[in-house]
Each structure stands twice: as C-alpha cells, then as structure tokens.
C-alpha cells in the first residue's frame, strides 16, 4: 500500500535560512510525488512533481525536490526561505491504481521568523 | 494552464438541510474528479472518485447516500452533503483531471462548510 510520512509537522526557519521538509514514501509501483502548498482556507497548489527521468525536480518559488529511491525520499528544500513561503505543505504519492488518486502526508507547517 | 473553480468557497447551513458544491474544469474537459476532505490541521482524506457518466466509487468509510456524487458532463462534478450534521463541516476540495493523467490533476480552491 502507498503511504507518505513527513518528518516534523512544524518547521521553523529565519527569513533566508534554508527550507528543508522532509517526505518519505512507501510505494509498491514506481511512485508519482508531488508536493503542494496550502495557505489558510485555500486549495492546493502544486509546487512541482516527479514523474520519471530527471530525479532533481525544480518547482516553483524557487523550490526543488530530489527523489532517491534508495532512500524512499522525496524531501523539499529552498536556499533561502522568504516570509511569504509560510504555510502549510502536503507531500504526496499516486496511489497503486495510477488512476490519479493521492495519498497525502499529515503535512507540515512553516514558520518563517523575521 | 488548467483551471479548476470551485463554488461556494464558504457555506453555512442549519443541521438537516442538504448543500451542493460544485467543481468546474474551466479550460479542459476532465474525464475524472476526486472529492477530498479535510479536517482542521489535518491531512486530506479521498472520499470519492467520480468519473464522467458513471457512478462514484467511493472509499471505505465513506457513506455514499450522505455524500452524493454526480459528475453528469466533462467539466462539472457537484457534491451534495446530504442532511447536513455538524461533524460534516469540514473543508472540501475537489482535483480533476483526466483519467490515469497522474501528474496532471488540477486542485479547486476548497468550500469551506460549516453546519450550525
């Protein structure tokens, strides 16, 4: 069964201090995997996705993903962290029918301090 | 790219009474939708898929005559949370896209319901 696990639901970092949130995934199929970022009482963005080929994703805002199989991670990072990146943010997997279900993570919670 | 709306963003209404929410593609034609939930500092949670001309399957736990699911034409599925109760506010979210299009799902805005 897929699964999605995030290290830390809350992250707090000073305004241009690396971003690093952490994803690891179980998956029984070569895994799809996203991450999104939600702002209070809003729906879901997509920040970037890996789907096959290049393993290092680069997103929006400046964001990137590795994926590393061996490691069943996908964790998310940006050099440096600005105050308006402060929400919340969901890792996720396809789930096994590759019908374009989602398994989402609990999510984690930014805070970025001035 | 593509857009997903989602309509009402915000909803109140009296326990008993019944509400639609609707999710439109507004620029391509979505054979699939998902219904998600999502409790308050909580993850979302599948509830149904629903896939253009056909009934919605439903996932486990998930009362289907509570929550119906109607995706009658390619760019319009609505659900109806039916004799609303308040452990039913919640924030709902809908995604569409095409069928086994895995990276292309499209997120609405969320419907923010909240039964008094």
């Known amino acids: 069964a897929q699964s999605v696990t995030q290290l830390g639901s809350h992250v707090s970092v000073s305004e241009g201090a690396l971003v690093l949130l952490r994803c690891n995934y179980s998956s029984s199929v070569p895994p799809y995997l996203f991450w999104y970022v939600q702002y209070p009482n809003q729906g879901l963005q997509l920040l970037l996705k890996y789907t096959t080929g290049a393993t290092l994703v680069k997103g929006i805002n400046g964001f990137e993903a590795e994926f590393k199989k061996s490691e069943t991670s996908f964790h998310l990072t940006k050099p440096s962290a600005h105050m308006s990146d402060a929400a919340e943010y969901f890792c996720?997997?396809?789930?096994?029918?590759?019908?374009?279900?989602?398994?989402f993570g609990q999510g984690t919670t930014l805070q970025v301090k001035p | 790219g593509a857009v997903v709306s989602q309509h009402p963003s915000r909803v109140i209404c009296k326990s008993g009474t019944s509400v639609k929410i609707e999710c439109r593609s507004l620029d391509f034609q979505a054979t699939t939708m998902f219904w998600y939930r999502q409790f308050p500092k909580q993850s979302l949670m599948l509830m149904a898929t629903s896939n253009e001309g056909s009934k919605a399957t439903y996932e486990q736990g998930v009362e289907k005559d509570k929550f119906l699911i109607n995706h009658a034409s390619l760019t319009l599925s609505t659900l109806t949370v039916t004799s609303a109760h308040p452990e039913d506010s919640s924030f709902y979210i809908c995604?569409?896209?095409?069928?086994?299009?895995?990276?292309?799902?499209?997120f609405g805005s969320g419907t923010r319901l909240t039964v008094v």
């Open positions: 995604s569409a896209g095409i069928y086994r299009d895995l990276g292309g799902y499209t």
């Open positions: 996720a997997v396809s789930d096994s029918s590759n019908t374009g279900k989602l398994i």
